[in-house]
């Protein structure tokens, strides 16, 4: 892994590759490169034993030229200001390229949670929320979970938020337990949406999904998702790893038990069921393979990593996994790289739908969920998949001709305020 590429440098040199590729006004172009906001909050915690700790979080916003800011929170040890602005500004260019009518926003909190007790992470997550309240909100920004974050954290963020307003605020954050207004199919959703991708990019380049092998980085919710659904649909996976360690099995791996063990807590290297080997994290993103899913954080596909990755495609789960000179790279080799914007979309368009739901208080079937997540989701596949044909690049920057193009359109006819 690569700890000294920063993030937003990355985001800013893809803006600059599709600048070029579409001749993107320099104003324009510099102005995409900033964020139109960020807050940063310092968050006290009383801890079970008395003493206390202090934790810092942010909240940043990239545009909201075409509607509410929308991204997740992610507490991990690792967050830092530029990494959330990054983040913020690929949740734009994805929610651009589905043509949603929001914009792109992220938070985060530096704090292990695994290291916190259940009451710890409570008080930290509604004091985070409290400080950040006049950011948020259905019409100004809506959170959702990432990295670190799930469905009991936004549950007590909609409750603080609620608690403020005098009145319960669904609509506030998304990916919220389905009894207080959640949607069916969010959970699975980001996963469910690289299912319908890949299997779409199978299709046009004439490979059966059910025969690829697969490796996935990364065991939580998306990495969690994809590999189950593509277990259950036939393919081997041949390895798959968490923050622990990873583990490969030539034959495949059990991956229902291995997410057993994961889902109650576990780390893999605890795992003691069945024949694998425990490899590295460098050894798990250069096995031989068909599909390799990076599910876990960024800048996790390096140059060095690239020059010895074999497989066909990579199939972008997690958010900035490969670096722009990695990209070049994979793209010589021949390699398809569903951008995350594309790949990893099936989440925030969920959550858009969720989001309408509250509004509307009317909740669809996960059948409507699915079939409206595949159409919107396989449209900007096509989209994208048609301009790469046409112009001979790669899926990520024809990707962001559609995602830029869309947010420099609505800056060009909103105007420079005042
Ligand atoms: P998660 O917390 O559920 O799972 C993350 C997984 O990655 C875990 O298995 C963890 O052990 C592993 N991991 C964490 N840090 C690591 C490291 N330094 N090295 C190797 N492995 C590491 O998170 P998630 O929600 O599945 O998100 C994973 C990625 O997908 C992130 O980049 C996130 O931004 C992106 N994403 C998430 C969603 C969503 O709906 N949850 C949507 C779009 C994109």
Same mark, same amino acid.
């Given at each position: 892994?690569s700890?000294?590429?920063?993030?937003?440098?990355?985001a800013?040199?893809?803006?600059?590759?599709?600048a070029?590729?579409?001749?993107?006004?320099?104003?324009?172009?510099e102005?995409l490169k900033?964020i139109?906001r960020?807050?940063?909050v310092t968050?006290?915690?009383?801890?079970d034993?008395?003493?206390?700790?202090?934790?810092?979080?942010y909240r940043?916003h990239?545009s909201t030229?075409?509607?509410?800011?929308?991204?997740?929170?992610?507490?991990?040890?690792y967050?830092?200001?530029?990494?959330?602005?990054?983040?913020?500004?690929?949740?734009t260019w994805?929610?651009?390229?589905l043509?949603?009518?929001?914009g792109?926003a992220k938070?985060?909190v530096?704090?292990?949670?695994?290291k916190?007790s259940?009451?710890?992470?409570e008080?930290?997550?509604?004091?985070?929320t409290?400080?950040?309240i006049?950011?948020?909100?259905?019409?100004?920004?809506?959170?959702?979970?990432?990295?670190g974050t799930?469905k009991?954290?936004m549950?007590w963020?909609m409750?603080?938020y609620?608690m403020?307003?005098?009145?319960t605020?669904?609509?506030?954050?998304?990916?919220?337990?389905i009894?207080?207004?959640?949607?069916?199919?969010?959970e699975?959703a980001?996963?469910?949406?690289?299912?319908f991708?890949l %299997?779409?990019? &199978?299709a046009?380049?004439?490979?059966?999904?059910?025969?690829?092998? $697969?490796?996935v980085?990364?065991?939580? !919710? =998306?990495?969690?998702t994809?590999a189950?659904?593509l277990? %259950?649909?036939? &393919?081997?996976?041949?390895?798959?790893?968490?923050i622990?360690?990873? $583990?490969y099995?030539?034959?495949g791996? !059990? =991956?229902?038990?291995?997410?057993?063990?994961v889902?109650?807590?576990?780390?893999?290297?605890?795992?003691?069921?069945g024949?694998?080997?425990?490899?590295s994290?460098d050894?798990l993103l250069?096995?031989?393979?068909?599909v390799?899913?990076?599910a876990?954080?960024e800048?996790?596909?390096?140059?060095?990593i690239?020059?010895?990755i074999?497989?066909?495609?990579?199939l972008?789960?997690?958010?900035?996994?490969t670096?722009?000179e990695?990209?070049?790279i994979l793209y010589?080799?021949?390699?398809?790289?569903?951008?995350d914007?594309?790949a990893?979309?099936g989440?925030?368009?969920?959550?858009y739908?969720e989001?309408?739901?509250?509004?509307?208080?009317?909740?669809?079937?996960?059948e409507?969920?699915n079939?409206?997540?595949?159409?919107?989701?396989?449209?900007?596949?096509e989209?994208?998949?048609?301009?790469?044909?046409e112009?001979?690049?790669?899926?990520r920057?024809?990707?962001?001709?559609i995602?830029?193009?869309?947010?420099?359109?609505a800056?060009?006819?909103?105007?420079?305020?005042p």
């Amino acid at each position: 892994m690569s700890k000294d590429i920063n993030p937003l440098d990355v985001a800013k040199a893809q803006i600059d590759i599709v600048a070029k590729e579409i001749g993107l006004e320099p104003r324009v172009r510099e102005y995409l490169k900033r964020i139109e906001r960020a807050l940063i909050v310092t968050i006290p915690i009383l801890m079970d034993d008395g003493s206390m700790q202090i934790f810092e979080g942010y909240r940043v916003h990239h545009s909201t030229v075409r509607g509410p800011g929308k991204g997740g929170i992610r507490f991990s040890p690792y967050v830092y200001l530029d990494e959330v602005k990054a983040l913020a500004t690929w949740m734009t260019w994805k929610t651009s390229l589905l043509n949603l009518p929001l914009g792109g926003a992220k938070g985060g909190v530096c704090v292990d949670p695994k290291k916190l007790s259940s009451r710890e992470l409570e008080r930290l997550t509604r004091r985070y929320t409290a400080e950040i309240i006049n950011f948020i909100g259905p019409d100004i920004d809506i959170p959702a979970p990432d990295v670190g974050t799930d469905k009991k954290i936004m549950a007590w963020m909609m409750d603080v938020y609620s608690m403020q307003k005098g009145r319960t605020i669904p609509g506030v954050v998304t990916g919220k337990p389905i009894e207080i207004g959640g949607s069916v199919g969010r959970e699975s959703a980001t996963g469910m949406g690289l299912y319908f991708v890949l %299997d779409a990019l &199978c299709a046009k380049i004439g490979l059966k999904l059910e025969d690829q092998t $697969i490796v996935v980085q990364g065991l939580g !919710n =998306v990495g969690g998702t994809i590999a189950q659904l593509l277990y %259950d649909h036939g &393919c081997k996976i041949l390895a798959v790893s968490d923050i622990s360690t990873a $583990i490969y099995n030539k034959s495949g791996l !059990n =991956v229902t038990k291995l997410l057993d063990w994961v889902n109650q807590g576990n780390y893999l290297k605890d795992f003691k069921e069945g024949n694998y080997q425990f490899i590295s994290n460098d050894e798990l993103l250069t096995l031989k393979c068909d599909v390799l899913v990076p599910a876990a954080i960024e800048n996790q596909i390096t140059q060095q990593i690239a020059d010895r990755i074999e497989c066909k495609i990579v199939l972008e789960g997690a958010n900035g996994p490969t670096t722009p000179e990695a990209d070049k790279i994979l793209y010589k080799k021949g390699i398809h790289v569903v951008p995350d914007i594309l790949a990893n979309s099936g989440g925030v368009c969920v959550s858009y739908f969720e989001y309408i739901q509250d509004i509307h208080s009317y909740f669809w079937k996960l059948e409507r969920i699915n079939e409206e997540l595949k159409r919107i989701i396989i449209e900007a596949f096509e989209e994208t998949y048609k301009i790469s044909m046409e112009r001979k690049i790669s899926l990520r920057t024809a990707a962001y001709i559609i995602a830029v193009s869309r947010i420099s359109k609505a800056i060009e006819l909103r105007g420079i305020f005042p």
